[in-house]
């Protein structure tokens, strides 16, 4: 039986891809450095920032664009940029814990990039049991392991877990560790036909639908 539901971030909860890519090259221009293209940001998008970011800005010096990225990012956060969550999915979550399910978070964010989410103010302070990212997981996506901890932790069988994510790397990890997954492909960012069929148990369109989504799935109790 299905008893928790692990919820990826960007693009997936809230739509970030694009507010990322205007954020990132504020940072690239105020270091002096040309931005990047819309196409490469999106190539590359999934990717652990700082990992990501020397291909959208061959010869970029990290140590100097960290400090500075978490800076414009949390004037971002404050100013209502970035990391939104539309009270429609904030909706989704209430009802997927009326149903009884357990919430959490699996990101390729590290903990700076995700702790203002995490904060006792923020909406998902009383909706999500725990949030697992860089910092705190030993592997990361698309790495099956990047869901050791979420199972072990919460003390769940993978079948007794369902993973939403926007990625064919969430996909991937989600397979491999035998959760089912469900594909979001709200961003527009990627198709259906991006995804190893293999490793998606269904796609909607809309976070919202995950509710009803996950009520055909084998696994849900009623």
């Known amino acids: 039986m299905i008893r928790a539901v692990a919820i990826d971030v960007d693009d997936t909860l809230c739509m970030t891809e694009e507010a990322s890519f205007i954020l990132e090259n504020e940072v690239l221009t105020a270091m002096g450095r040309p ?44 100013d209502g940029l970035l990391d939104v969550i539309p009270p429609e999915n904030l909706h989704a979550l209430d009802e997927l814990l009326a149903e ?59 079948p007794e877990c369902v993973y939403v994510g926007d990625s064919p790397g969430d996909a991937l990890a989600a397979g491999g560790a035998g959760v089912a997954f469900i594909a979001c492909l709200q961003s527009g960012v990627r198709r259906l036909s991006d995804f190893d069929p293999r490793y998606v148990t269904a796609s909607i369109s809309a976070f919202p639908e995950v509710v009803p989504t996950i009520k055909t799935l084998p696994g849900y109790g009623g």
């Not at 196409?39 to 800005?57: I, N, V």
């Not at 702790?115 to 705190?136: F, G, K, Q, V």
């Open 35 to 78: 931005p990047m293209p819309r196409s490469l940001h999106l190539q590359t998008w999934g990717e652990p920032l700082l990992q990501a970011m020397p291909k959208r800005s061959p010869g970029l010096d990290l140590d100097r664009f960290g400090p500075l990225f978490h800076d414009a990012m949390t004037r971002h956060v404050s």
């Open 100 to 158: 009884g399910f357990r919430l959490m978070l699996l990101t390729s964010r590290t903990g700076p990039e995700i702790r203002h989410m995490l904060e006792p103010d923020h909406a998902l302070s009383s909706r999500i049991t725990a949030a697992y990212h860089r910092d705190n997981t030993r592997f990361g996506k698309p790495d099956p392991r990047a869901f050791d901890e979420l199972l072990s932790q919460a003390g769940l069988a993978p």
